[in-house]
């Protein structure tokens, strides 16, 4: 039972990182597409 928390947790935070450098690299494309235009 607890390593199947503890993966689970594992997986949420990684899944959050990733969420996270999404967005990140989503709002730089639209940062760049507003200063080239």
Known sequence: MPT???SKVFHG?????I???YVFKS??????S???K
């Open 4 to 6: 199947f928390v503890n």
């Open 13 to 17: 935070i990684v899944s959050c990182e």
């Open 19 to 21: 969420t996270d450098i």
């Open 27 to 32: 709002r730089l494309l639209l940062y760049f």
């Open 34 to 36: 507003e200063y080239i």
